[in-house]
């Protein structure tokens, strides 16, 4: 893909349109019998072909039905099929593939990724950045989107619960149960999730009857009806300032297990561990920031990882938005921003390509969501406003720059913004706040 902060992730020559992922897990023996199909388009000629993939056994790989060759190199599967692939050809590629799932240590996330046990038995999967190679083969590169389908079979005393909506449950004989989950809108690799456990269910209704389906674990499920039950209103603030709710479900994972203090927004059904409930709502704005990823991260995807701040600092205002806004006032959310830019270091790492050790540091989230704040007041509301629905919609299931963000800014609002984001976004001095703070202090 040409990632400058990761060069091995992600593979050119095709375009991922859709993947089937049937895994027979079986928990007991942390083992998994599985097959992943992908539907493809080849954008050149191909004589052989990569999938991103560690781990695990592989039994036989088939392109358009037919055996193909294959070898591994660390986490590169390189196939190559009977004929070879014509640019713009439809193809299919399916690798059978069996093992034990080990959690990953990336070098880039803060805490193990991928394929994790919980505290019941069960799994769960957080992939963020480059974690969803270790448990199926995948173009995994947020720059090359697919739909999912997922059937996932487990022993019935177990749940499986992954993204998308919940479209069948099929009896495997008298001891197992297979989940179907479609996953109906572009999603990049990393927001995928597979999630094995005991749940209490809940559903509620969003905005425009939009099917909201919540898993919590059942040792917290209890305090976690009571922290999730604004999610409606919630949905229905962040599409009243962002444009509507971008996908056609929408959920939230409670996980038997606690994870180093991590939650993440995986699309349509975001994951926080246990310590995340507390019954009475006090973490809430860390809901309505995995909430407010659906639009910014989710929706939006980044070109390139350089740009993560178009989805941790939008998420963070967001948050900020909820928290101090919504059961306050703009003063009230003017002073924490004051706050949270007074803790800011006066040098650092830019925001815009903080280099791919920094990429999810508080900078990058704080000075990212100071930056959007100040615009707004630069702005005003309105004009504010109608940027951010703009941005959204036009770049709604596509990949985004930070260039697309500022040229969105520039046209809607009339004004040349591209000094102001030079200065926050690209520069290592932190700059003044503009105008007197006191205002913010009141």
Known sequence: MGDPYFPTMGNGGYDADHYDLRLDVDPKNNFLNASCEMKAKALQNLDTFNLDFRNFDIARITVNGEEAKFRREEGELIITPKEGLVAGQDFNVKVDYSGNPVPYQSTHAPITIGWNPTDDGGSYVLSEPDGSSTWYPVNDHPRDKATYKFYVTVPNEFQAVCNGVLSEKTPQGQDKTTWVWDANDPMASYLSTVNVGKFEEQTQTGPNGLPIHNFFATNVSKNAKKDFERVPEMIQWFSDRYGKYPFETYGNLVINANVGGAALETQTRPIYERGMVTGDRRLEYIYAHELAH??????????????????????????????????????????????????????????????????????????????????????????FFNCMKTYFERFRGKNVTTEDFISTVNEVSGKDKTEFFDKWLRQSKLPAWPGSPLGAQA
């Open 294 to 383: 659906q639009w910014c991260g989710n929706s939006t995807s980044v070109q390139n990882w350089k740009d993560i701040w178009l989805n941790e600092g939008f998420a963070n205002y967001s948050h900020m938005q909820w928290k101090h806004e919504h059961d306050g006032s703009f003063k009230k959310l003017d002073r924490a921003m004051y706050q949270m830019y007074m803790f800011l270091p006066r040098n650092s790492p830019p925001v815009v390509d903080p280099g791919e050790n920094d990429m999810f540091s508080e900078n990058v989230y704080n000075r990212g969501a100071v930056t959007l704040h100040l615009l707004r007041k630069d702005l005003g509301d309105e004009s």
